[in-house]
């Protein structure tokens, strides 16, 4: 049955409809999806928390290219007041660096939050103080009360309802805006067509 498929078929499509029937078959497993999306992956955080996260990194993504490197997060702790050394660095990279690269992607940058949140980070761990500065200020919650702090944020944020609702209230308003940006061009055409007349 297979090779009549395979007869008629160019040897790409081939290759493609061999590995389909072995993944029906169960003989193969699917590929993982190559698209990243936060908001499906780290279900713990809420869109706005995401944004917020998004927009450190790219303002630490000195080199716009989609990476935070040793250098960028080297400048990205001093600024947050945790300067690090270059081995703590490099060791910082390595305890989320899912391809070896080197560099933080996007989702292993918020792989630190995950990990945060979840509990897994050392104590004296380099991550650690980047989420806790980042996310709460560890003057008012100190450095014991962060990790209640994760805990109780990983919980309150579990619901897929809120995540449904920030993305209503998002919508609402957009809506919102858009009608008053009608509003605003028929007052000045009301306004316009008395000037004309």
């Known amino acids: 049955e297979r090779s009549c498929l395979t007869a008629s078929a160019g040897a790409e499509l081939s290759a493609k409809l061999c590995r389909r029937h072995d993944i029906n078959e169960g003989a193969a497993q699917p590929r993982r999806a190559a698209v990243f999306n936060p908001y499906t992956e780290f279900k713990e955080f809420s869109r706005r928390q995401i944004k917020d996260m998004e927009r450190m990194f790219r303002l630490y993504d000195s080199g716009r290219d989609g990476y935070i490197d040793l250098m960028e997060l080297k400048l990205m702790m001093e600024k947050l007041g945790a300067p690090q050394t270059h081995l703590g660095l490099k060791n910082m990279i390595k305890e989320v660096d899912e391809d070896f690269d080197g560099k933080l992607s996007f989702r ?90």
């Open 108 to 197: 292993e940058f918020l792989l630190i939050f995950h990990k945060a949140a979840a509990g897994e980070l050392e104590e004296d761990s380099g991550l650690l103080t980047l989420a806790k500065l980042s996310e709460i200020d560890v003057s008012i919650e100190g450095v014991k009360g962060a990790k209640n702090f994760f805990e109780a944020k990983a919980q309150a944020l579990s619901s897929a309802s809120k995540f449904e609702a920030e993305i209503k209230a998002e919508q609402d308003e957009r809506k919102r805006e858009e009608e008053e940006r009608k509003h605003r061009r028929a007052a000045f055409r009301e306004l316009k067509s008395a000037f004309t007349q």
